[in-house]
T-cell receptor, first 117, second 115 residues
Framework: AQSVTQLGSHVSVSEGALVLLRCNYS??????LFWYVQYPNQGLQLLLK??????LVKGINGFEAEFKKSETSFHLTKPSAHMSDAAEYFC???????????????FGAGTRLAVHP | SAVISQKPSRDICQRGTSLTIQCQVD?????MFWYRQQPGQSLTLIAT?????????ESGFVIDKFPISRPNLTFSTLTVSNMSPEDSSIYLC????????????FGPGTRLLVL
């Protein structure tokens, strides 16, 4: 079965430090890949996505992610954390099957990012 | 993208009662989905709301507990029936404008507490 793993349920960084949130997927065919952010008491907002083409994807709020097929990873990074980045981040995949094409979204467990002064 | 609204934004309900959550989109979309996010957890797909026909439910979710309507291409409702405290969750509506878009957009969610 297809799955997505987010390493680290909680990540804490200092303001101005590098943010790295890890996401790995299990799939023999590269799926579509997404990162969503959920701010407190809000819904999910799309940060960025990878479907095809350039493997380094830039998103909103200075975030970017790189698709690495050899590592089955799609880690999210931001060079300099801001206090406003504190939120829950979800990696999601849309697996591919030869019979049905790209299927439903599967979400990782989420990583809560804390940013301290 | 899409502008999605949900009503109510939050509610506190007594066990044994039912609550209907509405999802409205600012333009016609092909696909509408309902998710549940239990406290401190990730999202789980409840069902796909099909326009003009019965919803397609995921394993572990049944129509009697979560009846869904989708009368047109911009509106859907999810009812949580005969509620128990275990139903306390955030319920999120999401939409996909068309299959080629590849991307789902989410509403703000409805925060439900069952006492």
């Amino acid at each position: 079965a297809q799955s997505v793993t987010q390493l680290g349920s909680h990540v804490s960084v200092s303001e101005g430090a590098l943010v790295l949130l890890r996401c790995n997927y299990s799939s023999s065919v590269p799926p579509y890949l997404f990162w969503y952010v959920q701010y407190p008491n809000q819904g999910l907002q799309l940060l960025l996505k990878y479907t095809t083409g350039a493997t380094l994807v830039k998103g909103i709020n200075g975030f970017e992610a790189e698709f690495k097929k050899s590592e089955t990873s799609f880690h999210l990074t931001k060079p300099s954390a801001h206090m406003s980045d504190a939120a829950e981040y979800f990696c999601a995949v849309r697996p591919f099957s030869f019979s049905g094409g790209y299927n439903k979204l599967i979400f990782g467990a989420g990583t809560r990012l804390a940013v301290h002064p | 993208s899409a502008v999605i609204s949900q009503k109510p934004s939050r509610d506190i309900c007594q066990r044994g009662t039912s609550l209907t959550i509405q999802c409205q989109v600012d333009s016609q979309v092909t696909m509408m989905f309902w998710y549940r996010q239990q406290p401190g957890q990730s999202l789980t797909l409840i069902a796909t709301a099909n326009q003009g026909s019965e919803a397609t439910y995921e394993s572990g979710f049944v129509i009697d507990k979560f009846p869904i309507s989708r009368p047109n291409l911009t509106f859907s409702t999810l009812t949580v029936s005969n509620m128990s405290p275990e139903d306390s969750s955030i319920y999120l509506c999401s939409v996909e404008r068309d299959r080629a878009q590849e991307t789902q957009y989410f509403g703000p969610g409805t925060r439900l507490l069952v006492l």
